[in-house]
Each structure stands twice: as C-alpha cells, then as structure tokens.
C-alpha cells in the first residue's frame, strides 16, 4: 500500500478540464507527468509507460501537459522552460497550486514565455482507486508557456466557456 504521501500525489487532472484547454489550444500531444489510468495525452510519461518513466529527463514534444507532483514542482517547471525555448512552436501546460512564495513560482512570473491562468471554480480532481473524491482545500492555475501567443483565456470558469 502506498504512503499516504504518495497516494495524495496521484489523484488525476479531470478529463472535462483536459477538454476545456483543448477547446483552446488544440489537442495535447504528451502528459509529461502521468500513469496509464490518468494520461491525457497519446504519449505520456510515467510508470508503465512504454516511453519511459522519466518525463523530467525524456524529450517533450509538441504541446505539453503537466500535472506534476506537488511536493516536487521546482524540476517541472524547469523542465517547461527549456522545452518552450527549444523549438518556437512548443508549449508547456503546469497545472499547479498558486504558491507566491516559491522560487519556481518567481521564476515563471520573471518568464516572458510564462502566462498565468486563473481558473474557477476549483478543480475537484479524480481520487485514486479506493479514496473518496472530493474538491481540494486549495485552488490550481495553469502556467502557459509559449514563445507564440498564448491561447487559453486569463481567468476563466473552466466549466462553462467554450471557444
């Protein structure tokens, strides 16, 4: 049985919000940070995927999805910056907590590349096997990183707006 630490790291982005950014910005191309039960992407890195484990290390491709472990956001956002910067048309997608007081969160607002996307409601994302949904205690935003323009809107109810 996995730690209480670790099961807290696997709970999934929910499929209607994976629908809600592609209505803007096209479909996802890899999931940088998933398992095979909740990869958004046809490519995807993780344990058990047939790409390999390591999406911190592995070639991104195209546009990227992250939803990386909390307690270790500092590597993937690292990871998106380089990808943004290695081929103009890439772009990087974190979904991630709003920490203002974070190294990585200061490094994204200082990032020309780096949009910051406001989301609502909250994101009530889907539990692991054997634990209980609920909505969590605090709020996510999406990093949009891309050299082109950004394509997802500043604040928007993720639920309700379509392109």
């Given at each position: 049985?996995?730690s209480?630490?670790?099961?807290?790291?696997?709970?999934a982005?929910?499929?209607?919000?994976?629908?809600a950014?592609?209505s803007?910005?096209?479909?996802l191309?890899?999931?940088?940070?998933?398992?095979?039960?909740?990869?958004?992407?046809?490519?995807?890195?993780g344990?058990?995927?047939?790409?390999?484990?390591?999406?911190?290390?592995?070639?991104?491709?195209?546009?990227?999805?992250?939803?990386?472990?909390?307690d270790?956001?500092?590597?993937?956002?690292?990871?998106?910056?380089?990808?943004?910067?290695?081929?103009p048309?890439n772009?990087?997608l974190?979904?991630?907590?709003?920490r203002?007081?974070?190294?990585?969160?200061?490094?994204?607002?200082?990032?020309?590349?780096?949009?910051?996307?406001?989301l609502?409601?909250?994101?009530?994302f889907?539990?692991?096997?054997?634990?209980?949904a609920?909505v969590?205690?605090?709020?996510?935003?999406?990093?949009e990183?891309?050299a082109?323009?950004?394509?997802?809107p500043?604040?928007?109810?993720?639920?309700?707006?379509?392109?």
């Amino acid at each position: 049985m996995p730690s209480a630490g670790k099961v807290r790291q696997r709970w999934a982005t929910p499929r209607a919000l994976i629908q809600a950014v592609e209505s803007y910005v096209g479909p996802l191309d890899l999931d940088a940070c998933a398992e095979a039960h909740t990869a958004k992407a046809p490519r995807w890195y993780g344990p058990g995927s047939p790409l390999g484990e390591d999406g911190l290390t592995a070639p991104w491709v195209g546009t990227t999805w992250c939803n990386p472990p909390y307690d270790s956001i500092e590597p993937w956002v690292l990871r998106a910056q380089d990808h943004v910067r290695t081929l103009p048309t890439n772009r990087a997608l974190l979904l991630v907590p709003p920490r203002t007081e974070q190294r990585w969160w200061h490094r994204l607002t200082d990032d020309s590349c780096a949009k910051l996307r406001v989301l609502r409601p909250r994101v009530a994302f889907d539990a692991p096997e054997g634990i209980a949904a609920r909505v969590p205690s605090f709020p996510v935003v999406i990093w949009e990183l891309s050299a082109r323009l950004p394509r997802l809107p500043a604040a928007w109810d993720w639920r309700v707006s379509k392109r």
